[in-house]
């Protein structure tokens, strides 16, 4: 195949790495090398067994190297990459200076002045990175964008959004727990979310942090369009009680003006549309993630407030 483009993994044992797997294979692309510290990859049988696997970085980096000198069509043009969050800014600078342009898991860094240097690295090298903010081609969302942006009115939209993934006693001892390394709750579960409701309703004015914590977080967020309460957890308590009686472990929602906006599936092939259209040139690059990086940076270095009427529905019921 003329089109067929080689692709390197970094984080191949990571919960996400699959579905990047899944999205190199299904466009129709090799994944020729992947590296993880940790040898339980055998996920790579199902999609490339053919690929070189490394749990040295610095083997990899030659690998990549020598593939680059090599010109014999096997050079890397994509590194696709699912570290730990705090690697992200290095991955990015390895891929950008290796010759390849990179994919990114969100959060694309942790904070706004990694964007800067990326930048700098891009003019330099000619290549581009691609970050995952896969709720921007999520149909729902792209159908809400577009009552926003047609619609006139003389007051804000009035937006609820609750997001509870519950996660295990694993998850404060993993890297995850660690705010050096994973930037916090908002950051890891809700960049993406904040992502959304930039692209969804404007510039962002105002940012109050109401309660921060090791397993939750919440707050308002006010747009150019839109007034905001947020809540998110990684709790199981935080379930509705009603869902949590089901056997339910994840509850998501997003209200505006009162009204669901239904975004609970379309989910399973998000990462294959967002391979297709970085690999037709139109990825989100690093501008496009620069609000919601600031909006999480500010959330985990801010002073919280009290909780008034712009508080969250589940912040009041603590």
Known sequence: MPNTKNFALIGAAGYIAPRHMQAIKSTGNKLLAAF????????????????????????????VDMRRRAKNGEQIDYVSICSPNYLHDSHIRFALRSGANAICEKPLVLNPWNIDGLLEIERETGRKTNTILQLRLHPSIIALRERVRSERRDRKYEVDLAYVTSRGHWYLQS???????????????GVHFFDMLHYLFGDLQSNVVHLS???????????????????????LED????AREGGQRTYRSITVDGDEIEFSGGFTDLHDRSYVEILAGRGFGLEENRTAIETVAAIRTGKTSSVGEDGHPFLRKK
């Open 36 to 63: 993880d510290p940790n040898d339980s990859v055998g996920i790579i049988d199902s999609h490339f067994p053919e690929a070189d696997f490394f749990t040295e970085f610095e083997r990899f980096d030659r690998h």
């Open 175 to 189: 890297w995850k727990g660690d705010t050096k390394k994973s930037g916090g709750i908002a950051t890891n579960i």
């Open 213 to 235: 914590s090791d397993t939750k977080a919440a707050g308002y967020l006010e747009y150019e369009k839109a007034r905001v309460r947020w809540f998110l957890s990684v709790d």
């Open 239 to 242: 379930v509705p009680e009603g």
